[in-house]
């Protein structure tokens, strides 16, 4: 057993990794992630300062603590690190289509 730990009356695998979670939790966290990463965003395309993208993992972290999912903080850093470029090119996206969408609605109103 020396990989597992007896915390708070439970058995905890101290090794485990991102994958291992079910997939609904899995989609939570990156939506969590996601959604505060895309709210501090101030420049479509710029990554966050370390300090900030450092602040809303733990915040996340906390989120997740408090809902007693188990997941080392290094494997939710490490995922959360993999996915900031998918974030910012969602939010370009959005941008974009939002852009599109109202340059379509004021071409329609001028004819």
């Known amino acids: 057993m020396k990989n597992h730990v007896y915390q708070n009356g439970r058995l905890i695998q101290t090794n485990k990794k991102f994958s291992a979670l079910k997939q609904k939790q ?11 990463y895309i709210s501090a965003i101030n420049y479509p395309h710029i990554k966050l300062h370390p300090r900030k ?19 080392p903080y290094g494997e939710v850093k490490r ?18 289509r939002g852009e599109n969408t109202t340059g379509d609605t004021s071409q329609k109103e001028s004819e």
């Open 26 to 36: 899995k989609e939570w966290i990156t939506n969590e992630l996601r959604q505060r």
């Open 79 to 96: 995922h959360y690190f993999s996915k900031i470029p998918s974030f910012i090119l969602k939010n370009q996206k959005m941008i974009q």
């Open 53 to 71: 993208r450092d602040q809303i993992l733990d915040e996340v972290y906390d989120l997740i603590e408090e809902k007693e999912i188990w997941i």
